[in-house]
């Protein structure tokens, strides 16, 4: 995890120590003077330092993890008021309003003003970066500067007695501009900005502009200017020429410095509070309270100890890559989606077929990431795939290809989910439910699987006739557009006409269709140009074919998925010797036996080390022995010598410049490649690829 010079979390802890010092004051029994330069002006660099660091990882994923960051950050700051309650009670509490003020603007603890800035701060510097990054800096900066005279230059902009009749104003309601308006988007922006000066320039710069705000501190305090002391001129300067040399340095990552420099933030006002009271309870107020340095050292390394024991004790989850797992490459799929919409004609959108766990590849992620190709439109085989895809955040069209019973009316209601119409039955079952229903009209026009037989006027207007239904759109499906034979084309012919005939039909009486759809991959492949609202592509979106047969068009399409497990064991079976359950695999000469771990439990077809399976290690191919077990595969090793436990088994997808495709595998089982990887299991976890 680590590897390089962490400097960005290296400097979290230091970070959070001069956090520790705001409020504990170390050098107050040195000087006055001393201490307001430590604790008002250099120790001013702590938040705005995290804000950007934040900024600068959000920033790189094209802000895509925003949610998961407020989820977190939220968790963090609801444990900390929890936290907190019993010190609240101790003070005497706040009234309702008092209290849901601090919740949303102060925080509920002096120090805990940081989350609720950071959240507000956090959605507006994303807006404000859609603007581009120099106009949101300049927003962002109009934000701190109009932020600047409600704290430490207060004194100087409220000469102005507008002005100050604008900030008083602001003041009844709110009592610090250092919050998530005015304060927190320009530090996330100058994070998300990552400005690189060059080390020179950036440690000259640092340097100076630090000496600048010191003077710009002490000055203005001799003034009587400040209302607050978290907020200068200068500071924005400083923390552009620091993050720049802090970049410049940055060449790893120390995850526990993360967490343990927020568990020091979050629990050293707890420490503050046991290191007087036990000092009080002791006797040691002369030892641990009177010498500020002492208390300061005391209260930081109570922090840091509590810290370090929480975070031994943090929930620890297994690593995805442990065991056996499937990669799915993102840029991929954004890749095939975008090749597939621009082969489509023009006003005819993609929906991306997500049934089965998206083919396997995992339903989340696969329709998160086409989503953000632009993809607006999706399919499922039941209710309960198009729930799991509204619950991470899928938006727009959700169609439910398969039987909903009409029980459920109210899921497809909650949900926004829009169904297929199996047959006049259901339709007649779904509008008898209660309230109304979004509807597909599936058309029978050759597969007999769903739909309301082409033709069938009587039954289609009868769908018409019911209020509950809203028909959205009218789509049939082709049963062998994959075949080129011309038996298989003609059919095709006939159930496009079937089809073409109703949808005229339906205009002609003043139906509404809503959009209308009948390709599928194949259909994209074989029978391009077709004049539809949406193309529902399943297979070949994920950049495989169902076979390795011919097709009309060759699409640029890229596999988005690889199959992964790691060596647990190697070692030689002598010649004659056997491996595996019932002796399977009989040794002919002396063989460096591996054990993989992945198994026919996690969708891998039993026969296939009789089929000729391979894998691939370390870029080359060894063969599958023995019998697959429901856990555990076995492979011969014996042409690798390097290979050793720990080492990953690629079983779909590529390895130095080796490649094991889906579809060879298929073939190797006698089935289609889209069974082979919707059986994956759900024990596989999905690992992006972005
Ligand atoms: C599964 C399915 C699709 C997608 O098929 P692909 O061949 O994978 O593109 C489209 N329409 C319906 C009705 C389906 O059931």
Known sequence: MSGGRAALDRFRLLAAALVVAIHTSPLAGVSEAADFWLTRVLARIAVPFFMMVSGYFLARRDWAGTGKFLRKTLALYAAAVVLYLPVNFYNGG???????????????????????????????????????????????????????????????????????????GFFSVCPYTRNGLFYAPLFLLLGAAGIRLGRRAALVGTALSLGVMSAEAFWLRALGAQRHDSMYLALPVLMICLFSLLLEENTGEKRKFRAISMLIYLLHPMLIILVRGGAKALGLERLLIADSLIHYAAVLAGSVLCACVLYRLRLLRPRKDARAWRELDCGALRHNAAVLQAALPEGCALMGVVKADAYGHGAAQAARALQGAGVRAFAVACVAEGIALRRVGVRGEILVLGYTPASETPLLRRWKLSQTVADAAHGRALAAAGGPVRIHLGIDTGMHRLGIPAGDYAAISEIYSY?????????????????????????????LAR????????????????????????????????????????????????????????????????????????????????????????????????????????????????????????????????????????????????????????????????????????????????????????????????
């Not at 209020?467 to 159930?495: I, P």
Request: hydrophobic share 45%; glycine share 12%.
């Open 467 to 495: 209020k509950n239904l809203r028909v959205c759109g009218v789509f049939s499906h082709l049963c062998v557009v994959d075949s080129l034979a011309a038996a298989d084309v003609a059919y095709t012919g006939e159930q």
């Open 499 to 690: 089809f073409y005939e109703t949808v005229g039909w339906l205009r002609e009486h003043g139906y509404p269709t809503g959009k209308v759809h009948i390709q599928a991959s194949y259909g994209v492949l074989n029978l391009p140009g077709q004049a539809c609202g949406y193309a529902r592509v399943g297979i070949a979106l994920y950049g495989v074919r169902s076979s390795n047969g011919p097709v009309r068009s060759q699409l640029d399409l890229r596999p988005a998925l690889a199959v992964r497990a790691r060596i647990t064991s190697v070692r030689l079976v002598a010649a004659g010797d056997c491996a595996g359950y019932d002796r399977a695999f009989r040794a002919e000469r002396p063989t460096r036996v591996a054990a993989v771990s992945i198994g026919y439990a996690d969708g891998l077809p039993r026969e296939l080390p009789k089929r000729g399976g391979k894998v691939l290690v370390r870029g080359q191919e060894c063969a599958l022995i023995g019998r697959l077990c429901m856990d555990q595969a076995l492979i011969d090793v014996t042409e690798v010598p390097e290979a050793a436990a720990g080492d990953v088994v690629t079983l779909i997808g590529c390895d130095g410049g080796a490649v094991l495709r889906a579809e060879d595998l298929a073939a190797q089982c006698g089935t289609i490649t889209n069974e082979i990887l919707s059986r994956l299991g759900q024990r596989l976890p999905v690992v992006e690829r972005r």
């Open 94 to 168: 706040f009234s309702a309003a008092g209290w849901l003020r601090r919740l949303l603007v102060d925080g509920t603890l002096y120090h805990l003003w940081y989350f609720p800035a950071v959240l507000l701060g956090v959605l507006i510097a994303r807006q404000l970066a859609r603007l581009g990054m120099p106009a949101a800096l300049a927003a962002a900066g109009a934000l701190y500067l109009a932020g600047l005279g409600g704290d430490s230059w207060y004194g100087v902009f409220t000469r102005a007695p507008a002005l100050r009749l604008l900030y008083d």
